[in-house]
T-cell receptor
C-alpha cells in the first residue's frame, strides 16, 4: 500500500521564478493538505483540498496556489519566489471523516531552496 | 492567532531513561496529536487525543489531553536509541469549517546509548 508520495524531493530555484510541487495521496484518501516547514520550525498550514476545491486556507499570500485533480492528487504552485520561501513543503492526506480529526499521513516532503 | 508553546526545545538523555515533554496553547483545541519526525522524513502520527482528560498509550508512549483543553503532554518510558527525532505536538480546533493543524516548534530528543 503506497503512502503519500511527493516530487521532486529536492529542487533549487532563483528569486522570482515559479515552482510546482506534486503530491499523490495515500491509496483511498480523498483529502490533501499542504504544509510549509521552515528550518527549526513546526509545519505551517498552507491550504487543504477536498473534491477538487480549496476547502480552507492558512495565512499565506496569493503567490501560493494549488489544485486537486479527479484522482485526488494535488499540486502546489508558488509564484515570484522569495528567499523566505526556502523550506520543506509537506503534503498530507486523509480520508473524511478522519480529515476532520487531524489524523494526517505525511509524505517525505519537497525541499525547496531559493537562491 | 493560535500558538503552541512546546517544551523543552531539546533533550539529551541516556538510554533507559524516561522522557516527558509538554505543549500549551493560548486557545482551546478539540483534538491534540503528537507526531515524530526523523531526518529526511515527514511527520508520523504517534498518538491522537479527542477528549479532555483522555489518557492514551501506544507502547512505551503515553499522552494526555489536558482538562482545560489548552495543554497536552507526552511521556516516553525506557527510552531506546530509535526514539531519536523531533517530537511535535499539534492541535486542531475542529469546530465549524476548521480542518488545519497548528503545530508546536518541536522537541529534539537525543538518546545516548
Amino acid at each position: 500500500d503506497a503512502g503519500v508520495t511527493q516530487s521532486p524531493t529536492h529542487l533549487i530555484k532563483t528569486r522570482g521564478q515559479q515552482v510546482t510541487l506534486r503530491c499523490s495521496p495515500k491509496s483511498g484518501h480523498d483529502t490533501v493538505s499542504w504544509y510549509q516547514q521552515a528550518l527549526g520550525q513546526g509545519p505551517q498550514f498552507i491550504f487543504q483540498y477536498y473534491e477538487e476545491e480549496e476547502r480552507q486556507r492558512g495565512n499565506f499570500p496569493d503567490r501560493f496556489s494549488g489544485h486537486q485533480f479527479p484522482n485526488y492528487s494535488s499540486e502546489l504552485n508558488v509564484n515570484a519566489l522569495l528567499l523566505g520561501d526556502s523550506a520543506l513543503y509537506l503534503c498530507a492526506s486523509s480520508l473524511l471523516p478522519d480529515g476532520n480529526t487531524g489524523e494526517l499521513f505525511f509524505g517525505e516532503g519537497s525541499r525547496l531552496t531559493v537562491l | 492567532g493560535q500558538q503552541l508553546n512546546q517544551s523543552p526545545q531539546s533533550m539529551f538523555i541516556q538510554e533507559g531513561e524516561d522522557v516527558s515533554m509538554n505543549c500549551t496553547s493560548s486557545s482551546i483545541f478539540n483534538t491534540w496529536l503528537w507526531y515524530k519526525q526523523e531526518p529526511g522524513e515527514g511527520p508520523v502520527l504517534l498518538i491522537a487525543l479527542y477528549k479532555a482528560g483522555e489518557l492514551t498509550s501506544n507502547g512505551r508512549l503515553t499522552a494526555q489531553f489536558g482538562i482545560t483543553r489548552k495543554d497536552s503532554f507526552l511521556n516516553i518510558s525506557a527510552s531506546i536509541p530509535s526514539d531519536v527525532g523531533i517530537y511535535f505536538c499539534a492541535g486542531q480546533d475542529s469546530g465549524g469549517s476548521n480542518y488545519k493543524l497548528t503545530f508546536g516548534k518541536g522537541t529534539l530528543l537525543t538518546v545516548n546509548p
